[in-house]
């Protein structure tokens, strides 16, 4: 087993990454399809891999699907590239959820949002807590949608939960984020978390965030390590280029209909030649003019 600190240690440095879940035309999971992809990221550098998380479509997935994918991920990327699993929903779920990812062999948990109601900082870190202490490997909270902490409230969990070892921000508040990192200093690994991390990326490292994810790896996954490698090396020239080129024009599609981030990564890696099968209801596929525009700006950016 990987050791939380061990964990933390793995998601302090390099690039990470979504892979999304491969569906077939009926929309069923899809292992061996699912397992091909992995097998084409992992060389391309990736230091760890989050199955069934966010872009992954975590939200769509039944109990029995959740196990195949996390168990397909583990064994596909054994000795490759380390899987950490996402976990999310009502608390009793969430645990449900950690426990079978750590019996299938993930390495830590992303805790996703818990569903739908708003709660007080005490109940969410109440949540939070549970959750980790229903597993021994180490667990990264998603701060995103009505799961927000305070500093004062992660804090409280450190003391409270050793193997909370991530913090992990999709807010985008930049006073939340400073008071995070300036109070927990080196108890975290910090990770940036935003859709479409790499326009945020140079600001995020600025305040201390240097990791973060990245969803167009999926598709683009040269254009993604090169883009990593420029801003750890503080290359401008080579980020501002591809932001220009690529992630700008990239964000317009994106921003079209709610619920885009997940859908144009499915798009991408179906242009590229590794269809991932449609995205789930409540999402919506991109439509066939947007797919075009799409396909144009892959090949302008030359990021094939």
């Known amino acids: 087993m990987t050791t939380p600190q061990e964990l933390k240690a793995i998601v302090s440095e390099g690039l990470l990454s979504f892979p999304v879940t491969d569906f077939d ?7 061996k ?29 039944a109990p029995d699907e959740y196990s195949d994918v996390i168990r397909t991920a583990v064994q596909t990327c054994k000795g490759k590239v380390p899987i950490l699993a996402g976990a999310g929903g009502p608390t009793r779920t969430a645990i449900a959820y950690a426990q079978e990812a750590e019996r299938q062999g993930a390495k830590g948990i992303l805790l996703l949002p818990h569903y739908l109601t708003e709660a007080s900082q005490d109940g969410i870190a109440a949540h939070v807590e549970q959750v980790c202490k229903s597993v021994n490997i180490g667990v990264i909270v998603y701060n995103r949608a009505q799961s927000r902490l305070s ?10 939960c050793p193997n909370l070892v991530g913090f992990k921000d999709g807010i985008g508040d930049i006073e939340s984020m400073v008071r995070i990192r300036r109070k927990m200093g080196d108890r975290f690994s910090y990770l940036g978390g935003l859709p479409t991390a790499e326009v945020y990326a140079a600001a995020y490292r600025a305040l201390g965030v240097p990791v973060y994810s990245s969803a167009v790896f999926n598709f683009v996954p040269k ?6 490698n420029a801003i750890a090396a503080g290359d401008s020239d080579t980020t501002n280029r591809l932001l220009d080129d690529f992630f700008l024009p990239y964000l317009e599609i ?13 798009a991408g890696a179906k242009l590229v030649g590794h269809d991932a099968g449609p995205v789930r209801a409540p999402l919506t596929d991109l439509t066939g003019e947007e797919m075009e525009m799409l396909d144009a700006l892959i090949k302008k950016s030359g990021a094939e």
């Open 151 to 160: 500093a004062d409230s992660l804090a409280r969990l450190a003391d409270r």
């Open 25 to 31: 035309q009926n929309g069923d999971f899809n292992a």
């Open 254 to 266: 994106r921003n079209r209909k709610a619920g885009y981030a997940v859908s144009i990564v499915k």
């Open 33 to 61: 399809s699912y397992a091909a992809r992995l097998e084409w990221l992992a060389p391309y550098g990736a230091t760890a891999l989050f199955a069934a998380g966010g872009t992954g479509e975590f939200f769509s997935l």
């Open 223 to 228: 254009m993604a390590m090169e883009f990593y």
